[in-house]
């Protein structure tokens, strides 16, 4: 028998568990970590700033080792203003902070990484996201021991805190808007400072790569992708129809959707159906104002679910109302694979490769989106083309058989001039 060639060695740092399931940031984590199966093995560390969960049989079959970090506590200077009661004063002590809220309870893991990873040799090391890019700093600068700095940014964090800004001042919430204005510049500083450290940048979009090339580096764009393209049945009609959303509901874009939409198009879409649908939200952590929907008629907040399949094939109609956010949406594309049509808005289906009018629906206003939540429930023919074409452009820009490849191919490039188009 011949010994299987040894393979490279890549730490990765995620702030989530990563997964093939359920949340958006834990699945495009699960993804990069099926990516790097194929020339590395995997070191994996949880800086749990999106919350601590145990590892997975999906982890635990594809990881060497893992360990999960104390990141619940921040660092004394966002502790003590944290502290403070008067939310001015406490806007002005962030402002003064200088920093991303998140690296605050980054930066007190940095001791218990260097002990854990010890004198081990990294050929890469990846991080998720930006506000865990200081937990690279122990390989900052190796160049000469061939270690590659690989950063996922997924999103331009500075321009999400900006929208989420602008969405505060639409709900008239001046701090909250504030401190997310403050956030965005926090980001900016710490991008300049950081981006170009890493030897490759990954970002979810075209839109967000382009973006982040305002700080002078190069972004290879990797999409979000979705491996489950389940068989659709052909579609009767039946009564009530189900209009389905899809999200975490404790990130303040998708809980502004659900609220927006509840609120300004779902009792005039009641009346307009005389009462024969029904509203599913589906998603974890609803906050009191999304889960007291519940109470309502025609409306079920699930909560999170083991299964989200069973859910999309109960769907008539996916919507994705959101008026905030960066990246790209995986709900939008699971609504493709699973063959469900849909309405959403501009944030909704910006960074994908979706038309309006082709393959799914856009409306903007409350107006236009009640009409075409209707347009599509009413339209069997019109909605069946939609969702036929959009799971065909699913198959082609979004399964991940491509993206694994193209990911390997990039990170274990060593020497000379790696080929670095986004793809």
């Not at 984590?29 to 590395?40: I, S």
């Not at 200077?77 to 690296?103: C, E, V």
């Not at 701090?175 to 991008?191: C, H, K, S, T």
């Not at 764009?221 to 068989?231: C, D, K, L, M, Q």
């Amino acid at each position: 028998m011949f010994d299987r060639p040894k393979r490279d060695r890549l730490l990765m740092l995620t702030p989530i568990m990563p997964s093939d399931r359920g949340n958006g940031l834990a699945m495009r984590a699960g993804f990069f970590l099926d990516a790097y199966l194929r020339r590395f093995e995997v070191d994996l560390v949880v800086a749990p700033v999106a919350g601590i969960k145990e590892p997975s049989p999906f982890v635990q079959s594809r990881v060497r080792r893992v360990e999960i970090l104390k990141a619940d506590h921040p660092d004394s200077h966002f502790a003590l203003l944290s502290s403070t009661g008067d939310p001015i004063t406490r806007l002005d002590a962030f402002r003064r902070y200088g920093r991303p809220s998140l690296t605050a309870f980054v930066r007190p893991a940095r001791r218990s990484l260097e002990a854990w990873a010890g004198n081990v040799r990294y050929d890469a090391v990846h991080i998720s996201r930006l506000y865990l890019a200081e937990l690279a700093t122990p390989w900052v600068g190796k160049d000469r021991d061939g270690t590659r700095l690989v950063l996922d940014c997924d999103e331009n964090d500075a321009l999400v805190y900006r929208r989420l800004a602008a969405m505060e001042r639409r709900r008239q919430n001046p701090i909250a808007a504030a401190w997310a204005d403050a956030e965005a510049e926090a980001f900016g500083r710490f991008a300049a400072e950081w981006l170009r450290k890493f030897h490759v940048i990954f970002a979810a979009s075209s839109k967000e790569a382009k973006s982040l090339s305002t700080f002078g580096i190069r972004t290879l764009v990797v999409p979000n992708v979705v491996s489950e393209f389940p068989a659709k049945p052909r579609r009767r009609p039946r009564r009530p129809y189900t209009i389905l959303f899809v999200g975490t509901l404790g990130y303040a874009p998708n809980a502004d959707a659900v609220i927006w939409f509840a609120s300004r198009v779902w009792r005039r879409l009641e009346r307009a159906l005389r009462y024969r649908v029904r509203l599913v939200i589906v998603g974890s952590n609803p906050p009191p104002a999304i889960a007291r929907l519940g109470w309502q008629r025609g409306i079920e907040v699930t909560g999170a679910v083991a299964d989200i399949a069973r859910y999309y094939r109960d769907a008539d109609l996916a919507i994705a109302p959101l008026r905030a956010g960066g990246g790209t949406r995986i709900k939008v594309i699971e609504a493709a694979a699973h063959g469900v049509p849909l309405v959403t808005t501009m944030f909704g289906a910006e960074g994908t490769t979706f038309q309006p009018g082709v393959d799914m629906i856009m409306a903007n206003d409350e107006v236009n989106f009640l009409r075409a939540c209707l347009l599509l429930l009413r339209n069997g023919s019109l909605a069946g083309r939609l969702r036929e074409r959009a799971r065909s452009k699913a198959k082609r820009d979004y399964s991940p058989t491509y993206w694994r490849a193209r990911v390997a191919q990039v990170v274990a490039c060593r020497g000379g001039r790696c080929d670095s188009k986004g793809g």
